[in-house]
């Protein structure tokens, strides 16, 4: 059973930098596009970052671009996502998601991703 878990959330102050971490287990990552998401209180679910199973590739929605970074490290099976020049509208539950598939693609929406970790909270104070 594949299993996605993150970590490096936390509260800190507009400007700071972040490091996720989302280790899986249960599934080779390189076998696995992944993408991380974030949820506010009250909003959907939405898409920040997305990497291809290689890692070559890589997608940002457009409020991150220049901030964040998605990055992947296949050999410990983690995912990272880099988090710098926080802003207060960062605030939410980051999710990472995972997608079992021999394309090399770059997935973006929530309905292509087959498994999903527990969430991590940052919370960007003003």
């Known amino acids: 059973q594949v299993q996605l878990v993150e970590s490096g959330g936390g509260l800190v102050q507009a400007g700071a930098s972040l490091r996720l971490s989302c280790v899986i287990s249960?599934?080779?990552?390189?076998?696995?596009?992944m993408g991380w998401f974030r949820q506010a209180p009250g909003k959907e679910r939405e898409f920040v970052a997305a990497?291809?199973?290689?890692?070559?590739?890589?997608h940002y929605t457009d409020s991150v671009k220049d901030r964040f970074t998605i990055s992947r490290d296949n050999t410990k099976n983690t995912l990272y996502l880099q988090m710098n020049s926080l802003k207060p509208e960062d605030t939410a539950v980051y999710y990472c998601?995972?997608?079992?598939?021999?394309?090399?693609?770059?997935?973006?929406?929530?309905?292509?991703?087959?498994?999903w970790g527990q969430g991590t909270q940052v919370t960007v104070s003003s």
């Open positions: 998601a995972a997608a079992v598939t021999r394309a090399i693609l770059v997935l973006t929406t929530t309905a292509q991703y087959d498994y």
């Open positions: 249960g599934r080779t990552a390189s076998n696995t596009a």
């Open positions: 990497i291809n199973r290689i890692g070559f590739s890589t």
